[in-house]
């Protein structure tokens, strides 16, 4: 069998080859962690230093911007809050409108009926009201008086103004329309006489003692509207008197509460020993456009009904 001759490898130069391209490799390799050694060397310790600064700052940066951002939003709860409180006294605002409309309503509803009650008041005024039949009488109230008595309300509200004229025409007219007149008195409603020297006698019925008593009237101010003081001390004074005696209590106004229990201690103070009243006791009720004489007409017609009286009105 014939063997197959080959031609010879040439190892050297493959070895070589191989060997020279592995140097040059290794040399490469050399350059490039030379160059990495190089770069390393220059961003050394110095470089790291700088960088965590760098990071430091930005942390003290972000816990800075945490705080402002911790203000801000603590500003925008409190702007929440505000527009929350003033959201609600809008509503609070809404909701009492209706309620402030309805309270209007109700107050025009009772100043009508206080109107009307005082229209009802004012013809009562003007009513008079006897309890008997007199034998000689004036605008239905008695005038056979043989001593007629004057208890006044002095106070701001009767004698202020022009009004005070009218109460002493009032008086006047009274006195002259007792035919009978022996004597006359003139009191303040809470008691206190005009001529305190004379307090529990009479003033003689002539011309020049009237003319001096309207003359003195009209200094005679500044009393208390307490018109029960003044009744009860003349009941007193003069319920002991020979002869029949009227009381007239002038008057605009009246705020005790006690009303009923005042009118039954007048009523039983002016008790004579048959039970009957002994003196007359008449109301003349002064009434104003923005007065309130109600509560006066109401007292002084109760007591002028249990005690022979009437009752009228006049207008300032």
């Not at 010879?8 to 050399?30: K, Q, T, Y």
């Not at 050394?44 to 430091?56: A, E, K, M, R, T």
């Not at 911790?70 to 309620?99: F, G, H, M, W």
Request: aromatic share 6%; charged share 20%.
């Amino acid at each position: 069998m014939r063997k197959i001759q080959r031609a010879p490898v040439e190892v050297f130069n493959i070895a070589f080859l191989d060997i020279i391209s592995c140097a040059f490799g290794a040399v490469v390799m050399l350059v490039l962690l030379a160059k990495n050694g190089t770069e390393d060397t220059e961003r050394g310790p110095s470089n790291v230093s700088v960088l965590i600064d760098q990071v430091l700052q930005a942390q003290v940066d972000v816990e800075t911007l945490k705080g402002a951002l911790s203000d801000k939003l603590q500003e925008l709860k409190a702007a929440q809050s505000k527009t929350a409180s003033v959201t609600e006294q809008k509503d609070n605002l809404d909701s009492s409108i209706p309620r402030a409309q309805q309270t209007i309503n109700q107050l025009k509803d009772k100043a009508s009926s206080l109107r009307n009650e005082i229209r009802q008041a004012t013809a009562m005024l003007n009513t008079p009201n006897p309890t008997d039949t007199p034998d000689d009488d004036v605008g239905g109230i008695p005038t056979d008086a043989e001593y007629v008595i004057f208890a006044i309300d002095n106070s701001g509200s009767m004698s202020s103004g022009s009004g005070w004229n009218r109460v002493i025409t009032v008086v006047n007219d009274i006195l002259k329309n007792h035919p009978k007149m022996k004597g006359f008195q003139i009191m303040s409603a809470d008691g206190s006489f005009m001529f305190s020297s004379r307090a529990g006698q009479w003033l003689d019925d002539r011309q020049t003692m009237r003319d001096t008593a309207m003359s003195q009237m009209k200094s005679f101010k500044g009393g208390a509207s307490q018109p029960e003081a003044g009744i009860l001390k003349a009941i007193k004074l003069y319920k002991n008197t020979k002869g029949r005696v009227s009381l007239y209590v002038f008057g605009d106004d009246y705020q005790r509460p006690n009303l009923d229990q005042i009118v039954s201690q007048i009523t039983q103070a002016n008790q004579g020993a048959n039970g009957q009243p002994v003196i007359r006791i008449h109301g003349v009720g002064f009434s104003r456009s923005n007065g309130n004489a109600q509560r006066f007409s109401a007292f002084m017609q109760a007591v002028a009904k249990r005690n022979r009286g009437a009752f009228i009105g006049q207008y300032f």
